[in-house]
């Protein structure tokens, strides 16, 4: 198999530490223009708000193409500049935002698109970040097989954890696109190293190009970006008085006035203190604090002391800055930048009121889920949490513009479990979907003019196992199961054009499996870590860093130990799957930060670390590294779209997914092998 392959590189080699500087210099870049891309594509194409794992999956489905064609003589990474501004100038050129002419704002994935729909614009993205990424793994490719198999994984492992950390550091700094766009032009520059006209025409003009559009994005006025958004400010003229619309990523998100004005024009923020039995100088804790508006309120109410919770540190920022009533200045205020949730699990503090003012996130934790920001603060148990912190007598109410009937159904009997009694409701405009649903830990709690009654029969309350607010029952979406349909249809004909005949990478079938398994297993590391420790980009970024220091750790012992035999390995994995599988999250909940960390990392890292011994054993003695490890891609990508059967069976099932793909991965080389010559 591997000698058919035309310009096939010379078989690993003693490579010097140029050459390994080069991998870790490639490595970086792969991964830092994967982050990049995630976060970037999504502030210009608002489907990618609430599917951003098709950059992953086209990353992945790239830099597997771009593995298998390393061992041809079609060279590509010169390509990369050329790509990367290609893919810069289709995103920027071809957006897809809110259309502005309707009269109502934008939530929960309901909205009038401008520009291409989305099974048209999400798979062109697709193919268009898998052919950016494409180029640059060629050029991994190549230089990977020139080291022994693990050497070659571990520096490429070494040089990912280099791209995470560099571009965590650029989310901390607020850093815009432009950043972005310099450090991979400089880094391309270093490696491709232009001396001619044809460098000048394949890389440093396309890189200028690159610079100037992610430029003139960097520097619009008005213009914010936190590490979840791209966070745009516009002044309007309301009524005659002032105000500030924020949109994120191209959606209405956020509006700055002040609290006489939203009074006038917005009474939905003023209802919960109608409705609840407050005693003088309540304490209030506000979740989804936003730009300042809910706390304001609080405090024109008399409020003795609030917490004011905001995942979000730029559009806090904003506020702090921008709002005429500066209300994050006022003494009373104290302010979190943290995840709703998770500070519900780690503080300690009870309050008079809880507010659950409108967050929605409109982004999702990170490319590699289905969850958003917000997804734990709606399950049945974020809402009992937030019912321990109530005082005696205390009140719980949230707000927003829920549009569907279905979507207030769900949370009011979301509220009638946890508190033992139907919420009040009160809706506000002709459509209804504005609403508020209040409740407390006493009928005196809150005075209600009307009750909550489902209009039908309501969908069951979402959970910390399956926390997907937005979908109504339980089941595919159409718009997933077409877009899965058509990944698989473009990536199976990607692969054929580039490697030829599938049955090339036969022999590599079990890497395959490996490749679908870890992704779903280090999916499932993001989601509980995000549920356990929050769903901020931070935590995610540990998680991230952290996968990749236990795939070292498990090369590293790979390299130092013999591990004859795969069979006790398997067992080991399948026992840490099991008591993975037996443990709720609510677990870990129960305890306190430190100990709850140790539990959650012993639990989720142990199957990551045995999953990679078994894969860096078997990756050791491969005969064609860049085909196995391409091989090893394309199952993560395939492991990407296995990841939204969550949507149907939850995120704790997934762990049986896992163990059947590791069980086809023990099973397939010795079926191969017991199969008649």
């Not at 010097?16 to 870790?24: K, S, V």
């Not at 054009?497 to 870890?518: C, S």
Request: one cysteine or more; glycine letters at 8%.
């Amino acid at each position: 198999m591997e000698s058919a392959a035309k310009g096939s590189p010379a078989p690993a080699v003693a490579a010097g530490r140029g050459e390994a500087a080069r991998l870790l210099v490639l490595s970086f870049l792969m991964l830092f223009v994967e982050l990049a891309l995630i976060r970037w594509a999504g502030s210009n194409i608002v489907y990618l708000s609430y599917f951003s794992n098709f950059v992953l999956l086209g990353s992945f489905l790239g830099i597997g193409l771009g593995f298998l064609n390393a061992r041809t003589d079609r060279d590509l990474l010169r390509w990369a500049p050329v790509a990367l501004a290609g893919l810069a100038t289709l995103v920027r050129f071809f957006p897809v935002e809110i259309d502005r002419s309707g009269s109502e704002l934008i939530y929960f994935g309901e909205f009038e698109p401008s520009g291409l729909p989305p099974w048209v614009m999400l798979p062109v993205v697709f193919v268009v970040v898998a052919l950016a990424l494409m180029t640059i793994a060629d050029g991994v490719g190549r230089s990977f097989a020139r080291f022994e198999p693990l050497r070659a994984y571990r520096l490429d492992v070494l040089g990912s954890i280099a791209g995470i950390a560099a571009f965590s550091l650029l989310s901390f700094l607020h850093a815009p696109p432009f950043a972005w766009g310099v450090v991979a032009a400089v880094t391309l520059v270093w490696l491709l190293r232009p001396r001619d006209l044809d460098g000048v025409a394949y890389v440093v003009v396309p890189l200028l190009a690159l610079a100037v559009l992610l430029g003139v994005e960097s520097v619009a006025p008005l213009t914010e970006w936190s590490p979840y958004y791209k966070i745009e400010m516009e002044e309007q003229d309301f009524s005659g008085s002032p105000l500030i619309q924020i949109d994120v990523n191209g959606i209405p998100h956020q509006s700055i006035k002040s609290t006489e004005l939203r009074r006038a024009s917005e009474q939905i923020y003023f209802i919960p203190y109608e409705r609840a039995n407050l005693p003088l100088e309540p304490d209030v804790l506000v979740i989804g604090a936003g730009s300042g508006s809910d706390v304001a309120i609080a405090l024109a109410n008399g409020a003795g002391h609030i917490d004011a919770v905001e995942i979000d540190p730029g559009i806090q920022e904003i506020g702090a800055e921008l709002h005429p009533e500066r209300p994050y200045a006022d003494p009373r205020v104290e302010t979190h930048i943290d995840d709703g949730r998770a500070f519900l699990e780690r503080t300690d503090e009870t309050y008079d009121l809880i507010l659950f003012a409108l967050p929605d996130s409109l982004t999702l934790v990170s490319g590699q889920s289905s969850l958003r920001l917000e997804s734990f603060l709606f399950t049945r148990q974020a809402i009992g949490e937030a019912k321990e912190h109530l005082r005696p007598g205390g009140t719980f109410a949230m707000y927003n513009f829920y549009r569907e009937r279905w979507l207030i159904d769900r949370l009011g009997a979301t509220l009638t479990e946890v508190f033992g009694r139907r919420p009040c409701l009160d809706t506000v405009g002709a459509s209804g979907g504005l609403a508020v649903l209040t409740s407390g830990l006493e009928e005196t709690s809150a005075t209600c003019l009307a009750q909550w009654l489902p209009a039908a029969e309501p969908p069951e309350p979402v959970s910390d196992d399956y926390p997907f607010l937005y979908i109504k029952d339980r089941g595919m979406p159409a718009l997933y199961a077409l877009l899965i349909a058509l990944v698989l249809v473009v990536s199976v004909g990607a692969v054929r054009a580039v490697a030829g005949p599938l049955t090339t990478m036969r022999a590599y079938a079990d890497l395959f499996f490996m490749g679908a398994a870890f992704l779903l297993l280090e999916t499932k590391s993001v989601v509980q870590f995000a549920l356990l420790f929050g769903t901020t980009w931070f935590v995610n970024a540990l998680v991230f860093a952290g996968v990749l220091l236990a795939v070292l750790a498990a090369i590293e012992v790979a390299r130092r130990v013999e591990l004859r035999r795969p069979g006790p390995l398997y067992l080991a994995l399948f026992a840490a799957l099991l008591v993975a599988f037996l443990l709720p999250p609510s677990v870990f909940l129960r305890l306190s930060l430190v100990p709850r960390f140790v539990a959650a990392v012993a639990v989720a890292f142990a199957p990551i670390f045995l999953a990679n011994l078994i894969f860096a054993r078997r990756f050791r003695d491969v005969a064609a590294s860049t085909i196995a490890f391409g091989a090893n891609l394309l199952g993560a990508m395939v492991g990407g779209l296995i990841e939204y059967a969550a949507v149907v069976v939850g995120y704790r099932a997934l762990l049986i997914v896992v163990a059947l793909l590791y069980a086809a991965a023990f099973l397939t080389p010795r079926l191969r092998e017991a199969r008649p010559v």
